[in-house]
């Protein structure tokens, strides 16, 4: 009989064997490998592309419904669980300062589409390194590049190129800056700054002022420091505050990335 997957370990049931590996490029998102995950009902806020070192299919179930296959894509902001049990998955996060990100807007309901994974044939020797660990992070950065881009050419919604804007230039160069700074670097009025700032990177800035709390306590995870103080400086209330909503966004606690006996960390 199938265990349900509230009866699954969600991460790390195989680290023995193989350790799960992050990749962190700051603004423009990160690239986790892992041979286990199973989650159920989590929410990110960055766009997700899924694949596996294997070709072996995942299963997403997003809607009520359930896709099975070896490439998907995944909108921001959509609530899906995930089955990858033992299948070399490899995850990529699109942040919103990426300039691809809006790309993934149009994903039709409920939020998640196939994608072709021979289209991602050229990039597996990478992918291989990527999952094992064996990857500089500027060279997994360059991967993270290039599987971005072959994933939006798959979508027929958009231009075959991810835009270039100002915009996405100042947020790479300083995640933070106000709808204010915004208008002023763009020559825009106020509420101008606003629907640019919502048609340019495909998130109202509310959603991405919530993100922007998520990437500076992963940012300050990344240096060290308490969960207290990361709570704090990040936005969030307490450390209880930011374990529940960090849970909620990713199926684990902020403190497992830390654990250097599960995951490796490029940074």
Same mark, same amino acid.
């Given at each position: 009989?199938?265990?349900?997957?509230?009866?699954?370990? /969600?991460?790390?049931?195989?680290?023995?064997?193989?350790?799960? =590996? *992050?990749?962190?490029?700051?603004?423009? &998102?990160?690239?986790?490998?892992?041979?286990?995950?199973?989650?159920?009902?989590?929410?990110?806020?960055?766009?997700?592309?899924?694949?596996?070192?294997?070709?072996?299919?995942?299963?997403?179930?997003? &809607?009520? +419904?359930?896709?099975?296959?070896?490439?998907?894509?995944?909108?921001?902001?959509?609530?899906?669980?995930?089955?990858?049990?033992?299948? /070399?998955?490899?995850?990529?996060?699109?942040?919103?300062? *990426?300039?691809?990100?809006?790309?993934?807007?149009?994903?039709?309901?409920?939020?998640?589409?196939?994608?072709? +994974?021979?289209?991602?044939?050229?990039?597996?020797?990478?992918?291989?390194?990527?999952?094992?660990?064996?990857?500089? %992070? =500027?060279?997994?950065?360059?991967?993270?590049?290039?599987?971005? /881009?072959?994933?939006?050419?798959? %979508?027929?919604?958009?231009?075959?190129?991810?835009?270039?804007?100002?915009?996405?230039?100042?947020?790479?160069?300083?995640?933070?800056?106000?709808?204010?700074?915004?208008?002023?670097?763009?020559?825009?009025?106020?509420?101008?700054?606003?629907? *640019?700032?919502?048609?340019?990177?495909?998130?109202?800035?509310?959603?991405?002022?919530?993100?922007?709390?998520?990437?500076?306590?992963?940012?300050?995870?990344?240096?060290?420091?308490? %969960?207290?103080?990361? /709570?704090?400086?990040?936005?969030?209330?307490?450390?209880?505050?930011?374990?529940?909503?960090?849970?909620?966004?990713?199926?684990?606690?902020?403190?497992?990335? +830390?654990?250097?006996?599960?995951?490796?960390?490029?940074?």
């Amino acid at each position: 009989m199938r265990a349900s997957i509230d009866e699954l370990p /969600a991460y790390g049931a195989l680290c023995a064997v193989m350790k799960d =590996n *992050h990749y962190w490029f700051g603004p423009s &998102g990160f690239l986790f490998t892992s041979p286990w995950v199973v989650t159920r009902n989590t929410v990110r806020h960055a766009a997700v592309i899924l694949l596996t070192a294997s070709g072996e299919p995942v299963e997403v179930t997003a &809607g009520g +419904r359930t896709m099975s296959a070896q490439a998907l894509a995944v909108a921001p902001l959509t609530p899906r669980g995930l089955r990858a049990m033992d299948a /070399a998955l490899v995850s990529l996060h699109v942040f919103p300062p *990426h300039p691809c990100f809006s790309a993934f807007h149009g994903i039709p309901a409920p939020g998640v589409v196939a994608l072709e +994974r021979h289209r991602f044939a050229p990039f597996d020797a990478d992918i291989r390194r990527a999952y094992e660990g064996r990857l500089g %992070l =500027n060279d997994a950065h360059e991967l993270f590049d290039a599987l971005v /881009a072959a994933a939006v050419r798959q %979508l027929p919604w958009v231009r075959r190129d991810c835009p270039h804007d100002r915009l996405h230039e100042l947020l790479r160069d300083k995640p933070d800056c106000s709808l204010r700074e915004v208008a002023r670097e763009l020559d825009l009025s106020y509420t101008g700054a606003s629907h *640019h700032f919502s048609r340019v990177v495909g998130l109202p800035l509310r959603s991405y002022q919530l993100w922007l709390k998520y990437f500076t306590a992963a940012e300050l995870r990344l240096r060290g420091g308490t %969960l207290t103080e990361i /709570a704090h400086a990040s936005g969030f209330v307490d450390s209880s505050h930011l374990c529940r909503r960090w849970q909620a966004s990713y199926g684990l606690s902020p403190s497992y990335a +830390r654990d250097a006996s599960r995951v490796r960390i490029f940074a």
